[in-house]
Structures are given as structure tokens and as C-alpha cells.
């Protein structure tokens, strides 16, 4: 499988941005904006969305963010506290687990702070499950998944990963038709 010129990037990255256009912002984009654009809630936020519908992931996050709103505060709840606050989110207490595992992470190797480089993101229990999760609905359904478009932006690194998902999509669809014999 060939890499896919620059040009061919850029023009579905370009298709992508006029299909989201006009769409109601998904549950992250809310919740960054009523946060300040809050690195950790917008990350927890993100974890929670993952193929769960906007209306329950703003809910859920409403009420873990209620109950504590900084690493610091989230790391002392139990996994069971937080699976009762985010529930009915998809795959809840997995979600639980990897929350409880970030604020420990964030606490112990990044003073309580969310990293801003992509490499230290992906250190993050569960962060790369999403992203690799999104570069899979990328390549079965040739969109971006909203939650991982929202995710990108808040830490200003959709215009580095954006070339990278369209190549994962690419290379998946290529791999899948082969695969199935397509």
C-alpha cells in the first residue's frame, strides 16, 4: 500500500471540515467550552465519549466533574465511586479503571498536570484505545469520529495527527479489502 500524497491528505482533510460544519457541537467541544478548555476534564471527557452517545458522555461528565474536578481530587474516589457517577456510559467500568489509572499517572509522572505533547498524551491509560478506536471508524466509515476531532483541537494537535489518521484510514480500508478479498 502506497502512502497517499500530501494533496489527497489535504483534500479529505478539507472534506472532513465541511462535513462537520453546521453539526451541534459534540459532548467534549461543550464540555471544554463550560470548562475553559480545562486540559484534564476536556482528556476524562474524551475517554468517557468513546462509543457512548453526547447526551449521556456531557451527563456523565457533569457528575464526575461535580464530585471532583482536578486530577488530584478524582484520584482519591474509589473505581467503584467513579463507575456510579459516569454509568450509563459504554463500557463504564473499564472507563472507571482507566480514569482512576490517568490520575495516577498525571499525579506521579506530570506533577498533577495534563501533558500537552502528543507523545506524553498517549502515555495515558486509555487515550490510545480511543485514538486507535477513531483511526478504525475513520477507516470503515472515511469520517473522523467528532470526539477524537474535539480531543485533537483542545490540545491544538489536529494538524499533526490529521495527515496520520487519514494514513491509518487509508492503510486499514486497503488492508480490510485485501483481507476479505474486495
Partial sequence: VRRPSDEAVEQ????LATAVTGLELP???KI?????????????ATLLSARTKDATTYAASERLFKKARTPQRMSKLTVK????LIY????????ARYIKATCAKLMKDFGGRTPSTMEALLTLPGVVHVLVGGAIVFAMSGTLPMLL???????RLEQALAPMAVWSGIVTVFALQDALGL
Fill in 12 to 15: 479529505v482533510m478539507r472534506r
Fill in 27 to 29: 459532548a467534549v467541544e
Fill in 32 to 44: 471544554s467550552a463550560s470548562r475553559a478548555e480545562d486540559p484534564f476534564q476536556v482528556t476524562i
Fill in 81 to 84: 465511586q467513579i463507575e456510579t
Fill in 88 to 95: 450509563p456510559v459504554s463500557f463504564y467500568r473499564y472507563k
Fill in 149 to 155: 476531532w474535539g480531543f485533537l483541537r483542545q490540545f
